[in-house]
């Protein structure tokens, strides 16, 4: 299974980006996709998931409102559309699989790895 994140560029303040994500297939044993960014220096952390089957959806709050995030299972695609994005919004975006815990949130799922080298947002002030 390969992952293959795509869409990101630089944006100034209060503009938009759609990230997308494409699975060359659906990695077994897994029922959601979610989006992760990182930082240089700090840690991956979470930012939208989404179950396959149901289309439920969960937010990191600092997103909430600003992100949308969808996907079209036919295509085995995931897709994170970013509105008013902040200079804070800058990171690397990475999709993975993801296994929403309680809360409302998601961690990377556990026991595999394909992370793939993200996409990159930039935005400025």
């Known amino acids: 299974v390969q992952l293959a994140e795509s869409g990101g560029g630089l944006v100034q303040a209060g503009g938009s980006l759609t990230l997308s994500c494409v699975a060359s297939?659906?990695?077994?044993?897994?029922?959601?996709m979610g989006w992760f960014r990182q930082v240089a220096s700090k840690e991956r952390e979470f930012v939208a998931a989404?179950?396959?089957?149901?289309?439920?959806?969960y937010y990191t709050p600092s997103v909430k409102g600003r992100c949308i995030i969808s996907r079209d299972t036919a295509k085995n695609t995931v897709f994170l559309r970013m509105r008013d994005l902040k200079p804070e919004d800058t990171a690397v975006y990475y999709c993975?699989?993801?296994?929403?815990?309680?809360?409302?949130?998601?961690?990377?799922?556990?026991?595999?790895?394909?992370w793939g080298n993200g996409t990159l947002v930039t935005v400025s002030t």
């Open positions: 297939e659906r990695p077994l044993n897994t029922y959601a």
């Open positions: 993975h699989p993801a296994t929403i815990v309680s809360g409302g949130w998601a961690t990377p799922y556990y026991g595999i790895d394909l």
């Open positions: 989404i179950t396959w089957k149901d289309g439920l959806s």
